[in-house]
């Protein structure tokens, strides 16, 4: 508690600390996940929090929201003593929080989400459902879903618009401070800025937004301040327009980054032929164009395009989840027909898929139990299962990936996101795969563990392994690939090489506009 | 449980169905069974059967419950009967009460209702203020046929338990109330009462537990058969051969019991003749005999070894 | 926090038996006290014979739970045991009693009559509810209707009875006073322990009822795991339809009306998710245990019928609100 807080006060005196933390901590067990973190808050600023996976911001927010009591420490709102006993209690005193994970009811209309908190009743104490569905009209309106339809359920929208709907429903309340906990995780970058034209508008009516994000170019596009967290503690706060991008991470890591992500990038020779496309369509896609392409041993093929663009269905249609309508897969010529993950797995192909949480991970599940589930037969001898071989397995794929755990035994659900995706990785690498599938392999993943994850995938592309890799993040496809096949509409509209690569490239091709002009030069 | 009548409503319904497209001038007989799960109805319906082929001259519609309690299939059955147009309708209520008003529904539309093997109750009667009488066995001097004989063996101050069937069936009911009518009489020592809804595992465990808590009990009143050899069983495992076991219902698989003095003694209510015998009853009246009145009684026997 | 996997030498299974092991020592404690309650309450509760009749009573459930369990493990529930023991029960009854045959022979026809009976009954439940990916409580619900109706078309809805005196004999057959019959039951439970905790196969069925999802993109064919647990569950009714016959030494088919509750009950109590995923089979011998513990002493203790029952439904909600707890503290 005696640390030194550098630059936690604001300078100026006619704007006194709105929100101030002083001293927090918080153990669980013998884990420290705060030991002593101190920063404020001013009114109506954009205040980043950054740190790695396990620096302690998680725990920070849910102690803001009221999920878990501190330990001790001092936390004041507006001049008072803040401690709320539950997140309800800090709803009312106008703490609300946009969780990463979604909380939404799926099977339940827009605008019952948006007013599940308190339905609006008519006089007889009925619901009223058409104050309910104004109110959502209105909500989705601010944060520009104008199109949406209010009484759609919610398991009719895309992943991006489930999180402004998210966002949406927690402006609807009086909010004093909104915490946007890895707000833009999910979306595409045309979402990600119509999300800040909203932090703009919310700002301005003098709301404190805290965000938190991986993503260094988002923080020093939209906050005013950025406070570093390492290890259950806080480094310091900076103004940002006093501080760099490098100067943050420094602060985050403790340490320079040995080599930038971007760096000459991949001067690989692509072997064999691994995979072919040919005409290729599922029965998620409702194009009559199908997919043709090739994968060779050892390069790395990036697939971009906007969420709903037809990129994961066709790692599904290869990997035999989704069932193929039409068009063929070919591995060294055969054309291969799986009937389902069992034959993939079994011809060398391993699938990173895109949600840990429901179907990358078994949480509840130990670590070492997790990185052997798609190797069982490795972990046992005639159907009975071979602890000590599954433990050592397991700590060298951990020790492989740089995972930080406790005890290899330790439920997964105990791991940071970045740890969480590592087990993942492991699981398939455990197989040695010959062609590994990624879909958004670093998302919710910190910066120092995303660098470590890029590396890996390098090594496994030097190593001829052939990898096809989906994400929404440009900077991270153009760091990894090869070459990237942009898709819209479930169709390829183009490929970019190395030379070719750029965000705005890559984005014309994704909006559709270079095939208008009749597709691209070359 | 919902499924399982909507299922029997719909049997029911194809059976009338079916029951109509071939009716021809001979009077029809709708009759309205309890649970075809247990076996007494089960063989009370095929004596019907047996009768109606027999007899030749009527024709016989017959629907069986789900269960014991299924008192709403049986309500809906007696409303199909009265849209059928049967001549006579022949019930074994599986609830006193409530089967009250639609019979009285079926009366009024001229149909003869002959009350079987579970007399409706008479409060219930009065107030839909319908007569009607009872065609069927004493269940009450039945069990006390029983009790008496295990009351004549372990004479005055004899320690005796009651295993009874399902709480709130009439016809458990009456035999609780015979076999005390026996413990009064004889002046029997009663130790303790309890349910085992009719069931062989389920009298074996609670008699076993009623012996560890009673290890002086000297005899057993069983409701039913099925739960008399359960209570036989845990005898046997035991090692007791001093108590003396009654039943009610005579089923086969008592007979070898009986004979080898595991059991004392079991009551026969010739159920299998009682559905024919209500229907050779109302019959009568169909044909412009004089109504029923009161309770006309069928035959009772106590059974034993000699 | 930044040491990379801290040293941890000991082969330590997994986490879930230490969880598990916890858990279990909680159900362990209730029963105890519950045992503690009746010694104290009833004179002849802790007595050699009433031990011996508890175990006798309870070997049925505990069988039917075994099976149960691996079902509720998946995120199933099968309704239809009590019925399938009932229709394996009478058609080993209709096989035993055959003419023509020795007693060994007879025995031997039963015992894979209602073994086999209930496998198929059980195997029809999983290949409809995870071919269609249909909720099994509503196909086990069919089930035991068409099992009961299959048991009483069968024996014609009379009581089958005299089997030959050796089975009898193993009905009632002791061991330093504990049944033999209930040490088939504990048999059961031993083997059901290692497969779940040490076997591909019990690993996958924690794995499906956690994240079903998860488990089929790592290759495992879910179907046919969800179809084995419904199989299993099928076995133990056939089995128990076989420790019913030998103990009453009949073959009723309006048997186990409503065990499938109690051997619901049984694993819930025991601590084992109805959500699946999260769960053991020794928490469902102790829940097993809990049940017939209750069920004797209320009756020692002179209780009514109506309080007996209502005490037992006050038990399996307060067991289910405590395992809420249990739940919530573990995962902190």
Redesign the interface.
């Known amino acids: 508690m005696a640390a030194a807080s550098p630059a936690i006060m604001p300078q100026s005196s006619e704007n006194p600390a709105f929100l101030s933390v002083q001293g927090l901590k918080k153990h ?1 067990g013998g ?2 996940a705060l030991d002593g973190v101190s920063f404020s808050l001013l009114k109506g600023e954009v205040h980043a929090l950054v740190g790695e996976n ?1 620096a302690g911001k998680s725990t920070l927010i849910k102690i803001l929201s009221g999920v878990f009591p501190y330990d001790s420490g001092s936390i004041s709102l507006a001049g008072e003593d803040y401690r709320p006993a539950s997140p309800h209690d800090a709803k009312d005193l106008g703490v609300q929080v946009v969780h990463q994970e979604f909380n939404l009811l799926e099977h339940l209309s827009i605008a019952e989400n948006i007013s599940v908190e308190r339905m609006p009743t008519n006089r007889f104490g009925l619901l009223d459902k058409q104050e309910m569905n104004q109110r959502a009209r209105s909500a989705l309106d601010a944060v520009g879903l104008t199109d949406v339809d209010v009484k759609a359920p919610v398991s009719s929208l895309g992943i991006a618009h489930r999180q402004l709907v998210e966002i949406s429903r927690a402006l609807q309340r009086k909010s004093r401070i909104l915490i946007l906990d890895e707000p833009t995780a999910t979306l595409t970058e045309r979402e990600t800025r119509r999300l800040f034209e909203i932090v703009e508008t919310i700002k301005a009516d003098g709301v404190t937004i805290v965000f938190v994000s991986h993503h260094l170019e988002e923080v020093f596009a939209i906050c005013d301040r950025v406070t570093v967290f390492r ?2 503690v806080s480094i310091g706060t900076d103004r940002i327009s006093e501080t760099t991008p490098d100067g943050v991470v420094q602060k985050m890591v403790g340490r320079q980054l040995a080599a930038s992500t971007n760096d000459a990038g991949p001067s690989r020779k692509p072997g064999e032929l691994a995979l072919r496309l040919d005409e290729l369509c599922t029965q998620a896609n409702p194009s009559d164009k199908g997919i043709s392409f090739d994968l060779r041993y050892g390069e790395i093929v990036g697939i971009a395009g906007l969420v709903g663009s037809g990129r994961t269905e066709i790692l599904r249609g290869i ?1 035999g ?1 989704d069932p193929i309508r039409s068009g063929r897969v070919l591995q060294g010529g055969n054309e291969m027909r799986f009937s ?3 034959d ?3 011809a060398g192909i391993g ?1 990173v ?1 895109e949600d840990r949480k ?9 670590i ?2 997790n990185m052997s ?2 190797n ?1 037969r490795a972990v ?1 001898r005639s ?3 071979q ?2 071989e599954e ?1 050592r397995r397991s ?1 060298d794929g ?2 492989r990936l ?10 997964v ?1 105990s791991l940071s996101g970045g740890n969480q995706q590592k087990v993942v990785l492991a ?1 398939w690498l455990g197989r040695n795969p010959k062609v590994l599938l990624l879909d958004e392999p670093t998302r919710g993943v910190d910066v120092g563990a995303k660098a470590e994850i890029y590396a890996i995938l390098k090594e496994l592309a030097r190593d001829r392994v052939a990898l096809l890799v989906v994400s929404s993040e440009m900077p991270e496809l153009m760091t990894l690939a090869d070459r990237i096949l942009v898709l819209a509409e479930h169709e390829i509209q183009g490929e970019l090489t190395r030379p070719e690569f750029s965000e705005e490239n890559i984005l014309k091709l994704a909006y559709g506009q270079a095939r208008q002009a009749g597709g691209q030069k070359q | 449980m919902k499924l399982l009548k909507i299922a029997a409503a719909a049997a029911t319904g194809l059976a009338l169905l079916a029951g109509t497209a071939q009716a021809d001038d001979k009077p029809v007989v709708g009759l309205i069974m309890k649970s075809l799960a247990n076996e007494f109805f089960q063989n009370m319906m095929a004596g019907a059967q047996a009768h109606e082929e027999k007899r030749g001259d009527y024709k016989l519609l017959a629907v069986g419950m789900q269960n014991e309690t299924d008192f709403e299939s049986q309500i809906n059955a007696v409303e199909n009967f009265i849209t059928q147009g049967v001549d006579a309708i022949v019930v074994a209520p599986a609830d006193s009460r409530a089967m009250v008003r639609p019979l009285k529904k079926a009366m009024a539309a001229g149909i003869v209702v002959v009350n079987f093997d579970v007399a409706l109750d008479a409060d219930a009667k009065k107030q839909q203020n319908i007569e009607l009488a009872f065609v069927g066995p004493d269940n009450r001097g039945g069990a006390k046929l029983a009790g008496d004989a295990l009351g004549k063996k372990l004479g005055a101050g004899g320690k005796v338990v009651i295993i009874e069937g399902n709480p709130g069936a009439d016809n458990a009911n009456e035999r609780r109330l015979g076999f005390e009518d026996s413990v009064a009489e004889f002046e029997l020592e009663l130790l303790d009462s309890r349910t085992a809804h009719w069931e062989t595992e389920e009298a074996n465990t609670v008699f076993s537990n009623m012996l560890t808590a009673h290890p002086d009990i000297q005899g057993v009143m069983a409701a039913n058969d099925s739960m008399a050899i359960g209570v036989v069983k845990a005898l046997e495992s035991a090692g007791r051969d001093d108590i003396v076991v009654v039943g009610f219902d005579n089923i086969p698989a008592v007979g070898p019991m009986i004979a080898d003095g595991r059991m004392l003694a079991t009551v026969d209510q010739f159920g299998t003749d009682m559905a024919a015998n209500s229907i050779d009853l109302a019959l009568e009246v169909v044909k412009g005999g004089p109504q029923l009145e009161g309770w006309v009684k069928t035959p009772i026997e106590l059974v034993t070894a000699n | 926090m930044t040491t990379q996997a801290l040293s941890e030498t000991m082969p330590n299974p997994s986490r879930f038996s230490v969880r598990s092991a916890l858990q279990n020592a909680g159900i362990g404690l209730a029963l105890l006290a519950l045992i503690l309650f009746f010694s104290v309450f009833t004179e002849h509760f802790l007595t050699p014979n009433n031990i011996t009749n508890i175990l006798t009573q309870i070997t049925i459930n505990l069988v039917l739970a075994v099976g149960m369990t691996f079902v509720i493990l998946i995120g199933g529930i099968d309704l239809s045991v009590g019925s399938v023991m009932a229709f394996a029960a009478v058609v080993a009854g209709k096989a035993i009693t055959l003419p023509g045959f020795g007693p060994a022979e007879a025995i031997a026809l039963a015992v894979v009559a209602a073994t086999l009976t209930g496998v198929a009954c059980g195997m029809i439940n999983g290949v409809i509810s995870a071919y269609w990916a249909l909720p099994s409580f509503i196909i086990t619900l069919g089930m035991l209707n068409i099992a009961r109706g299959a048991a009483l078309q069968v024996s014609d809805a009379q009581t089958i009875y005299s089997f030959p005196y050796a089975f009898e004999e193993f009905g009632s057959a002791m061991i330093y006073g504990v049944p033999v019959v209930f040490l088939v039951a504990l048999f059961l439970v031993l083997v059901a322990w290692f497969v779940l905790n040490f076997t591909v196969f019990g690993r996958l069925l924690y794995g499906i009822g956690n994240n079903e999802e998860a488990v089929r993109l790592a290759g495992h064919s879910v179907y046919w795991y969800k179809v084995a647990a419904f199989t299993i569950c099928g076995f133990t009714a056939g089995i128990a339809a076989i420790v019913y016959m030998a103990r009453l030494n009949i073959s009723s088919p309006i048997a186990g009306i409503g065990f499938e509750l109690n051997a619901i009950a049984a694993v819930i109590i025991g601590g084992t998710s109805l959500s699946g995923g999260r769960g053991s089979v020794i928490g469902t011998l102790l829940g097993a245990f809990i049940i017939g513990v209750l069920a004797n002493g209320l009756i020692l203790i002179g209780l009514s019928d109506f309080m007996r029952q209502m005490i037992t439904g006050v038990v399996i909600i307060v067991a289910v609100v405590l395992d809420y707890y249990r739940a919530k503290y573990a995962s902190k």
């Open positions: 669980f884990v420290k396990g290890n259950g990997f989840v389902g993950p069992r993939a797995i079994a699938f898929t429901d179907e990358g991970l078994i949480l509840e599940m130990p070492a139990a589930l798609a069982m046992s159907g009975l299962l602890f000590s433990n700590r951990g020790a740089k995972l930080k755990y406790g005890k290899i035994s330790d439920a659900s699981k």
